[in-house]
Nanobody, 125 residues
């Protein structure tokens, strides 16, 4: 059974950094593309970053380009999201997910079949 656990969220001041981790079990994540999404209260989840095995097909939302970096450690079966120069508008619940659909857009939640429980990121001004 696939199980994803996010960690690393917290509260930080604007301009600060956080690194989110997503520990995976129940499958070998180096064979699957994965993504990070975030969700604002009352809004749908939006894609933040995406990566495929070998670092291929790496994509970012325009709002985080140059500030966030997605990476993966195959030995630890863990996905990361390094977030630098954080802004108050980055405040959201962040989720990692496994892509199960090969077609479609990288940032469409329906293309992902397994999700973690989320970790809250709060950035104060």
């Amino acid at each position: 059974q696939v199980h994803l656990v996010e960690s690393g969220g917290g509260s930080v001041q604007a301009g600060g950094s956080l690194r989110l981790s997503c520990a995976a079990s129940g499958y070998t994540h180096r064979y699957y593309c994965m993504g990070w999404f975030r969700q604002y209260p009352g809004k749908e989840r939006e894609g933040v970053a995406h990566i495929c095995p070998g670092g291929l097909s790496t994509y970012y939302a325009d709002s985080v380009k140059g500030r966030f970096t997605i990476s993966q450690d195959n030995a630890k079966n863990t996905l990361y999201l390094q977030m630098d120069s954080l802004k108050p508008e980055d405040t959201a619940m962040y989720y990692c997910a496994v892509r199960v659909a090969s077609g479609g857009r990288w940032n469409t939640p329906d293309n992902f079949g397994y999700w973690g429980q989320g970790t809250q990121v709060t950035v104060s001004s």
